[in-house]
């Protein structure tokens, strides 16, 4: 057993040592001596003992598929799953989770920046209620390297361009040329395999509302964290089928191996929150989309 391993047995309850290797994979995980900000934990080992139990047995499968990622990997798509619901112990703890794990302020930042823009300012509200302090603190402390991606992996500006000229917009009077509109377009076509229909949509009742959008879009979705794991986050939060395929698509173009988009597409909240729960998403059609993932 590695030393970061728990080690649970499929049985419904936890003997004293499993009990003690749970807790102290979360105080490691969290560089804290205590349990703060994990009630849960004897919480439901109080009460439901077989139910914590057999969530930790999932989420530990879902480790062994994380592969060749980074460890920090889960901790970053945790906490933007919590910013989006604006849960303020769980973003406080993968913050913590995620820095422990070698993540580094930016790539922290990143993350927030894209949960902002798809969760609103509920979620980076309570971020910075969480976590603002600590974020504050870490940003006067020397870090670590960078994280260690596959190889490929890398951050790239120019793969969310879709070629608009943001510098020639004019501070006041700015608005969406015909051009601009088709490289708009084509980026969906060429990244997503389809166009979202709010891009029509908003072309023709508030264009001005899609070029703002799009500027925002680029200036988010680029940072220090590869186009790879962005790509990621995106179909963990895609509960549409529509969105999912498009996600899907974009990982792929971008370059992700199919056990990597098949570890995101098989979180234990993804199951909960669609492929088990959602009857509006077409498995046959997912199943074909990975059967043909080279």
Known sequence: ?????????WSTSFDAGEWERLTGYYRRGTGQDSLDGLGFLPMMHALRPEALKRYRLAIDAGRQ????????????ASLFDHVLLGYHNGILY??????????????VGHVLSIAWMYG???????????????????GTEVEGPP???????????????CGVDWAAQP????????????????????VEGAVPPFVPFLARFHPLGLLTYRA?????????????FVALLLI???????????????????????PHALWMLTRPRVLAGGLATRSDIDLGQLAGILDSWE
């Not at 993968?94 to 790539?107: K, M």
């Not at 996600?247 to 199919?258: C, P, T």
């Open 94 to 107: 993968d913050l913590r989770g995620s820095r422990q794990r070698g993540a580094r302020r930016a790539d």
């Open 171 to 190: 501070a006041r009077g700015a608005s969406l040329s015909a051009p601009d509109l088709d490289r708009i377009v084509a980026w969906h076509e060429r």
């Open 236 to 258: 963990s939060l895609a509960t549409r089928h529509d969105a999912l395929v498009r996600a899907l698509h974009m990982a792929r173009v971008f370059g992700v191996d199919r």
């Open 65 to 76: 598929r994380q592969a060749d990622l980074p460890d920090a990997t889960r901790a970053l």
């Open 147 to 161: 994280l260690s991606w596959p190889s490929g992996w890398t951050s790239d500006e120019h793969a969310w361009a």
């Open 120 to 138: 609103g300012n509920e979620g980076v509200h309570a971020a910075a209620d969480a976590a603002g302090d600590e974020l504050s603190r870490w």
């Open 1 to 9: 057993m590695q030393a970061d391993e728990i080690d649970l047995d």
């Open 216 to 228: 925002r879009y680029e200036a988010t979705m680029h940072g220090p964290l590869p186009k790879q």
